[in-house]
């Protein structure tokens, strides 16, 4: 199946091998991932630029590696989380909202989407939290 020609879309996909604890990423337009770990560094995963998926047909994508100390964790979102604003100040905002210190992720999402969203959004949001024991 194809796309719509008039229709593109953004992805992440991300590939976790507890053994090695290497997280294989592949990014399709998409804003990357925020690591969190356990020192207290938060740092955006250096993923290779890319194009949405359909706006060409022979784009190749590649994979970036991340190893992940236990304890670690990436925050995953869409970009109506971080463009409510301008790009680079969304981005830097996100890694000010997740210095929230809680081992509940659903409270650190709850945080984060208070932190980071005005009362009326203007594009729709997901915001995933993985923590890698």
Partial sequence: PTLDPEHFSTMVYLLWTPRSRVARVVSAGHPPPLLLEPSGRREY???????PLGVLHD??????EATL?????LV?????LVEQ???????THLKRAVIHE??????????VLR???PAQTVDDVALLVLRFL
Wanted: glycine content about 6%; some cysteine.
């Fill in 59 to 64: 784009t190749e994508y590649r994979q970036s």
């Fill in 85 to 91: 604003r301008r790009l680079d100040h969304g981005l």
């Fill in 102 to 111: 809680t081992n509940d992720l659903e409270a650190l999402c709850d945080h």
């Fill in 115 to 117: 932190f980071m969203l």
């Fill in 69 to 73: 100390a236990p304890g670690s964790m």
């Fill in 76 to 80: 995953l979102y869409t970009d109506g």
């Fill in 45 to 51: 995963l250096e993923l290779s630029p890319s194009l």
